[in-house]
């Protein structure tokens, strides 16, 4: 995201990705904030430091995984599941925004994208538990925590991993538009989103 967005930032966390499959997390950041470890100030410690299988693995996936090329492909990627959920759920009337950032992206099934967490609160999760089962159902599984449905990406994804996303969408929004047209009589006025 540094890259993204141009930030330079005074400390940078990775984490699980950077080891391609095994325990592994870095830190790094400017000569002023990492000169606390060089000189004694603070001890950095952890249980897989300067491990041969971890660095190796970090080394791989820097150098040969996660090329530019593969950064750009899961961009296109993202792109593509987010425009063809967003195209299935509003040719039914179904509200919803989304985002992509490399290999993240997400659907959030609410008509007004969000600016603070307040918002964020206010989404209701229904449709967003549905679509994790219906994902899950179609052999796409996401993480169980509903409002933003995120997904993760890695270079072994195919268009056709991309399609099957999004023909889960819009099979999700084909079932629930009859409930949806009928959301006042069923929840009341104003209870959902």
Partial sequence: MTALYGVQPDMVCLAKALGGGVPCGAIGGTAEVMAAITDGRYDQVGTFNGNPLTMAAARAVLTEVLTPESYVRAE??????LEGSLAALH????PAYGAVYGFKGSVVFHGTPCTNYREFLEIDLA??????????????????????ESWTLCVSHSDADGERYVDNVARLARDVAPILDRRSDIFGEGQYN
């Fill in 127 to 148: 449709i967003s538990h549905c679509h994790f089962l219906y994902q899950h159902n179609g052999g796409v599984f996401l993480p169980p925590w509903g409002k933003s």
């Fill in 76 to 81: 296109q990627l993202g792109r593509q599941m």
């Fill in 91 to 94: 040719d039914q009337g179904q």
